[in-house]
């Protein structure tokens, strides 16, 4: 009887399991990381209609980020700002130039700047800037250092794992609530603690604090 | 915990043993319940109708499949793995106050058919998207009836009228045409001193408008100015003028009044100020608030929430009740002395000479006697005005300060179906050649006798102003848009006087105006805006300084206050009521051949809600029938003419002939048609067109609410109604419970006693969280108080973007309604009682639907909730099958995303917008919880009592929900669970529900319990 299949095909079903068990890991893997938001929303840096840099503006000049988005204790958007507080200083400041040439003309015609967003949460999930920054935790806790960022991108994944992860454990991310928007503000050892229990702080783990 | 799913062994157990043996009553919710026709048992024992999960048009599910194999592929193809980019448009310049993502409340007012409700608007960003009851206006007190709540819905209703029609051919720019034709208006008006002009409006409450009116008439002192409303209180005005010497309204004081007796009155219902008056009625509902509870007898033809409150109802025919009442009077008179010797001629000669039940005659006399100066008899608008004049008389003698009266709040108040008649009658001699109807659809809605298309269509030129294009619209030569009251500058009286302002919460979408302001346009020769006209007419000649701080107080407020009239002293002119009675004609009852027809105002009022598909969708209140109307009759009259339901049947009289469905309608007088007005328009929207059968051919001016000798013929075809009251039965459980005043006070625990027995051991299914912190939310509901009158469900409605799905979903027992109020019958099918009982999800601690959801997508909060996650959940149904109490809602379809922006607004920013496939349910309104939870946060306290308050509790009109924080030591629903009349539902089965009731109590006479 000769041989219809040579040697090495005896090879074949080791060869198909191992590939394949490497295989699916890699895929699991695959999807584990470059799936996430981790990998697709971190980064994100858009160029906005303005070139604004808040490395100017919060960073080398020093302006607290509530004197532009000014309602971020008082609502849940900490709401980007109207060009009427562009204005306040820009109708002095650099008034001719060029790359306020939208931000003047919104002001002419009373239309909004169109912002590119790039921190978004899914519609089903309501966030509140108000719970959170009057609880003591910092812009920079989600939002990075935004005081040297030329163009602002995203830092932090927002996903559903990451906001758990301070739910569960606050006390790294609590600070006074008025240094709040500091962001070089370098916690004592323990104070994390000692201002939850402080504030009471209780962060909700259920799924109706966020979704409803 | 299994026991539930169990339905063998469930249905063993609760029948014999718990549904009756229990309360020892036996409560059905249809018909074909009370008889367990093998088709209501199919029903009952599938968790959905058959077919429910089938495709039905209009796509087939080889389309629907379609479809999605297409959108699933674009939705590939065009966003690829690409971020969406999103644009975030900040104000240029942010309004003052205005924190984005925090709602805005302002007060304002509408009116309805000549009455005012004072109105709290919730906006978001400058969109009104829900309206709330005006706490200090004097009609609404903080509560808002159905109507009232899905006004927000028709203000972005699509269909609404967006351009002006000339010939019926839409014309732009608005602002131009409305110029243009207001400038021709008021050329004409100038050529000849206004003759041959005449105004229509509906009946406006609007001083500024009676004063825009006064100075229209006095620049052209030769125009005329006429009035139409479908649903009026003409022969209550015509009563009391003839008795009482002037016009004036009555009105019951519910404080006081310690009896009732409503005479064909749906006052509680959809009569004249039904939430003013709910409110003070139900107050005296609670034995634990106030010591003695009301005693309430309706006699009335079709059954209504007055009927399903009462404690005594007696079933009558409408044209019988004023003889019932001369009967009632003439045993008042002889027997007990009333009168005292001076009874107005007439009365004494009917004494004994009746028909009616004399034992219930006798009863109530003596029950009314016995509460002299302590009772309130109250009158159907439907009446004639010889019985308005009589009930005067009767409660000028028995009632004394329970009812008092005040003037008309349109002072120059004329007989709405006079003046409408008049018109036509001048129209027709061509004494008015020109037409200009200010809102309303006397087209569709005049009486069929006054023929008023036909003289339309005579005259030179008409003009409608209108929020819809509506019948009257079409048929007239120019139609321009009208502002809706949300987006108007306007002022509304209440029925007690109190004038309230209305302010818009946005600007006009369409562009469209008011009377005021076309009025102003026509006399005014540069014309001003209805704030200018609004500031004007209450500045008056005060200085613009001294006014300021006045206008913005009241328009903070809403109200002016001390506005209201004092009720005037009244004085009988016995006569007047002798001539009233002896002009009586008894007609007789009515018969196999000759029906009495009854026209009931409906949940869309007279029709101009029927493109509301909130108001469409919600089931009547009685009858439970979503969207058709159907000509309801008695379960004995539908067996004599061999009816059954969904019958199409032929209702003629004369020459005019409809043809509608049956329903059977327990609690019917015997050979009375009832049938809801306004259904069946043929031009008014998508939602509203040709749903239902228009009555009004058959209405006649001398009969407005109810016509005899009707002819009835059975026809071969059947139509399908949307009824939902089988739907989500739980199959004689003891759920609700109900005493007689008198035993409860006896026996204060015996609500207790009604329920199964307890099981000691607890749940098997221990709940991981063990509630001790606050805070804890809980909901009591007082079966006494409930009316049924489903505000709740509508506010829910609004407040939680709950989408309709239409007749046909309904039907398949798919409605979405987060909250039902369920009507159950008790007694013989002929003369039931009833009770309701409000149903929202009972957030019970041990959660059967939490125990079989394979993925955790609806679980407990430690507030004690139970939470559903839409994004987790996959739409299994699992939970809705395990739920013992049906309160789970599946998105068969994607109600919204086809929805245009402009319907899109009306969604509120912090309540998801569910898509096809997940389930939903009461959240306790969660989006107010969770504002009210940040902002006490903030401030380091829990939230106080009255922070929190959900939809439904703030759209109640009896305050029959009420709901808060179990373990605040202040808190009213704390309270309520410790009265004895508190029970929760299927305590058997240990599912701890966070929602509990406090069972019903009757009030009846002694002497007629049997």
Redesign the interface.
Known sequence: MSVIFPRWVNRLPLLFATGGGIGAFGLIGFVWYFFSPAY??VG?A?RQPVPYSHKTHAGNLGMDCRYCHS?VE????A??????TCMNCHSHILPESPNLRLVRE??A?????????IH?L???V?F?H??HV??GVGCVSCHGRVDQMVVVRQVEPLSMSWCLDCHRDPAPHVRPRELVTQMDYVPESGEGQALVRQ??LNP?E????C?? | MSLLSNHDHDHEMAVPASGEARTGRRYWRSLDELSDTPQFREFLEREFPSHASEMISPFTRRAFLNLMGASVALAGALTGCRRPEQRILPYARRPEDLVPGVPQRYATSVERGGNAIGILATCFEGRPVKLEGHPQHPVSQGALDMIGQALVLELYDPDRSIRPLEKGLPVAPVAEVIKRQAAALAARLRAADGEGVAFLSGLATSPLLASQRGRLLERFPRASWHVWEPLNEDHVYAGTSSVLGRPLRPAVDFSRADLVLALDADFLGRGVGALADTRAFSARRRTEDSQSLNRLYAVEGAMTLTGMMADHRLRLAPSQVEAFTLALAAELASEHGLWAGQAPAGVLAIHRAHRFDARWIAALARDLMAHRGRCAIMVGQGQPASLHALAAALNVELAGPCVQYRPPVDASHVGAGDSLAALVESMRAGRVRELVILGGNPVFDAPADLDFSGALAGIEASFHLGLEVNETALACDFHLPEAHPLESWGDTRAADGTIALQQPLIEPLYGGTTAAELISMVIDDTPRSGYELLRAHYRGAREEAAFEPDWAEWLREGIIPESAFEPEAVQVDPAAVAAAITGVSSPAPPSRTKLELVFLPSKIHDGRHANNGWLQEVPDPVTKLAWDNAALVSPETARALGLDNERVVRLSAGEVMVELPVWIQPGMADWVVAAPLGYGRREVGRIGNQVGTDLYPLRRSDTPLFRSGVALSVGRDSRPLACTQDHWSMEDRDLVREASAEDYQKDPHLFEHMGGHIPEHGPLWQPPLDYAERPQWGMAIDLSTCTGCQACVVACQAENNIPIVGSEQVRNGREMHWLRVDRYYVGEPESPQAVVQPMPCQHCETAPCEQVCPVAATTHSPDGMNEMTYNRCIGTRYCANNCPFKVRRFNFFDYTSEASDIEKMRHRPDVTVRMRGVMEKCSFCIQRISRAGIAARKQGRPIAEGEMVTACQQGCPADAIVFGDLLDPESRVRQLKQWPRHYGLLASRNLRPRVTYLGRLRNPNPELVS
């Open positions: 697709t929303d994100y858009p309602l008082e609502g849940p958007h709401t980007v700002p109207p060009t009427q919104s002001w015609d009373d239309r909004p700047v169109p912002w590119i967003r978004k899914p519609d089903y309501h509140s108000e719970a009057n609880a504030y009471r909700p259920n799924c109706s604090a979704h409803f």
